[in-house]
T-cell receptor
């Protein structure tokens, strides 16, 4: 059974609309992340959270807003969607943030297509 | 800035043979951590193996092993006795400081044929 659950797995959205990507992890980890995978680009770090606090934001646009309602949840709200936002968004988690050696584990991804 | 480069776009091998995938990295950190992941056809990203820079021994997990050449800033992934199900895209990654941020390469597509 997957330990990091992402919902939905696929979604199609209209330009200008808003969507929320859900992520829950059942690994007992304290740090969670969002990464984005676009065509022809490497996996790209977006956000990191530790104990529900935002630690790092590498996303230039404020249209992307992570939300952590519980320790094991990290959702991603995307507003005013653009076709360039089309990508697969991966949630990940690790035991802790501060120890560089911690391994990241990834969810199965949410594939977003903006038309 | 840290950087990870995978120069091999794709590799095709016959099953049960050994394959090596290359990865070079750039960092100014004295201590760093290197990872290999694979992405299956379904899109799932699976952690395979990691190397801590302060360890001289090459990491080995199952039929995966690493060829860590620190002076060359190189971390190759070796898969022995390849199987059809090893067909996937393999990513090399380096962890940046204490941010939890992984820097990924572009990946190498491995096709294992019967």
């Amino acid at each position: 059974d997957p330990k990091i659950i992402q919902k939905p797995k696929y979604l199609v959205a209209v330009t200008g609309s808003e969507k929320i990507l859900i992520c829950e992890q059942y690994l007992g980890h304290n740090a969670m992340y969002w990464y984005r995978q676009s065509a022809k680009k490497p996996l790209e770090f977006m956000f990191s959270y530790s104990y529900q606090k935002l630690m790092d934001n590498q996303t230039a646009s404020s249209r992307f807003q992570p939300q952590s309602s519980k320790k094991n949840h990290l959702d991603l709200q995307i507003t005013a969607l653009k076709p360039d936002d089309s990508a697969t968004y991966f949630c990940a988690s690790s035991q802790d943030l501060g120890f560089s050696g911690n391994t990241l584990y990834f969810g199965e991804g949410s594939r977003l297509i903006v038309v | 800035a840290q950087k990870v480069t995978q120069t091999q776009t794709s590799i095709s091998v016959v099953e049960k043979t050994t394959v090596t995938m290359d990865c070079v990295y750039e960092t100014r950190d004295s201590s760093y951590f290197l990872f290999w992941y694979k992405q299956t056809a379904s899109g799932e990203i699976v952690f395979l193996i990691r190397q801590d820079s302060y360890k001289k021994e090459n990491a080995t997990v199952g039929h995966y092993s690493l060829n860590f050449q620190k002076p060359k800033s190189s971390i190759g992934l070796i898969i022995t006795a390849t199987q059809i199900e090893d067909s996937a895209v393999y990513f090399c990654a380096m962890r940046e400081g204490n941010t939890g941020k992984l820097i990924f390469g572009l990946g190498t597509t491995l096709q294992v044929q019967p």
